[in-house]
């Protein structure tokens, strides 16, 4: 535990199988409110399927999961969401040709009173400027639609979304895939001011070492479905990181 | 602010629904001058009846398409359902309570076809082509291939479609409320965001199935609704009557004025344009004596170069090719 941070998710010894495919064999972490976690390994070490676990995608076959201290149980997506949880994932799940504000709003609409439960077009409005505005992210109009923005734009309103529903814990499925610079620098800098408000405790899975030391407080490495290396952000390197996943793949080479 | 007007302008003469508005009112400048006879009380009666019927028929079939789904079968369903009417008020059902129950019984063939194609995953071209046949097959057995003549007090045939103008007066109304159901529900909204993207739509926790299954049912019986007024409307009730061709009207109508063949995009407003301007088009042409096999070539040619600028004014407006 990191003194006074209070913790947000703890995963023990999560074990998944698929077949006779080993895909996580005895993983722990855990994460503090206002905390970024950074899952790093190759494709197919298994980070993939310690995102659905958390997020009630797949059940383990072993081990326990722990939300504020408590152990839970997701039997599904919506088990995981009531208990905070919420995912970007990379297919980002918006709709191209629907408005910024109502891709923020899809299946929570706002409705006027009344039986006929009209959409309340300007109050989806209004708050969905609001709840871009509060993480500092800019649009020109919030009745753009989503297909003419640019992926960095994309990936902050699906952010935005996730955490316009009151997510504790927000897990992000390779936030900068395939971003240029300017556009990484735009969610890295909303990753950098969510942190801030110190409610929320993030969980980020990628792939570049060094863009993951910048944004996040603590890194682990899987490998092979296990945690093979834990470390602070600024007590680790790029350098080191390489080098362990070199010695690997060395040892299996020679294996 | 005054950039802003011309922006505002320039998006607006973009849209699909505009250029059609454009053409149609070019179509009825022409007809006009050609023809002193287009622009007479008697002939716009006559318009509004081109009109009316594939409107009714778009506004279920842009439903469908915005969804990714079409209904091949609507027209056999129009023919079906006069015939059901006529049925049930043989056994001593009171007219009215005929045309409920005969509105019932489309409903529950759009029920059908939807849960064929959901449930049994067949792609609903090819459910809606099995329907375009079977419904065909039982209109001719249930009518022994006789046409009949409509029962019913004169209150409700005026109603029903025998006054000049109730056919587009109900067609206007559909239109209304379906556009509210479009634009401003949460039917509507599910609706697009299904076409647009199916898998974002079920991250999201949207009710894909019910709501696919859902405008089946409504397209088809808005289906029947339409096959009863054109009954009123001629007095008549023909087991051949509607068919493919009022079902192409409709889905023509629809992708004129802007709904995507593809999903995800699409207006009622689209529809209710495009079917006027297919039906200036009937009306002017046949005004003007053309001949039935010209007439064909035209119609054709028309449908084609408006859904060719429609694709390419998509792509100016700036949503890139859909």
Known sequence: MSGAKTEAIRAEKLVKSFGNVTALNGVSMAVSRGETLGILGDNGAGKSTLIKILTGYHQPDAGQIFVDGEPVRFGSVDDARAHGIECVYQDLALVNGLSIYHNMFLKRELLWGGPLRLLNHRAMRRRAMEALAEIGVAVSSVDLEVGALSGGQRQAIAVARAVSTDARILLLDEPLAAMGAREARLIIDLIDRLKARGDIAIVMIAHNYAQTLEICDRVILIQHGEVTFESPAGATSAEELLDIVRREYRAARAG | MGSGVVRRAYDLLLRPEASVIVVSVALVVYFDIANSNFLTTANLQTVSQFVAAPVIIACGEIMLLICREIDLSVGQVFALAPFLMENVNDLGVPEPL????????????????????????????????????????LTLTISRGYPANTAGGPTLTDIMGAWSYSEIVWALAIVAVMHIVLRHTRWGLHTIAIGGNIVAAGEAGIAINRIKIGNFVLTSTLGGLTGLLEAFRVGSIDPLAGGSNIMFLGVASGVIGGTAIAGGAGTIIGGLVGGIMLGVMQDGFTLQGINAFTFDIIIGAAILIAMIANIHLARMRGGGPR
């Open chain 2, 98 to 137: 005929a045309i409920v129950a005969a509105l019932a019984v489309c409903a529950l063939i759009g029920l059908v076809i939807g849960l064929i194609t959901i449930g049994l995953r067949v792609p609903s071209f090819i459910t809606t082509l099995g329907m375009l046949f079977l419904i065909t097959g």
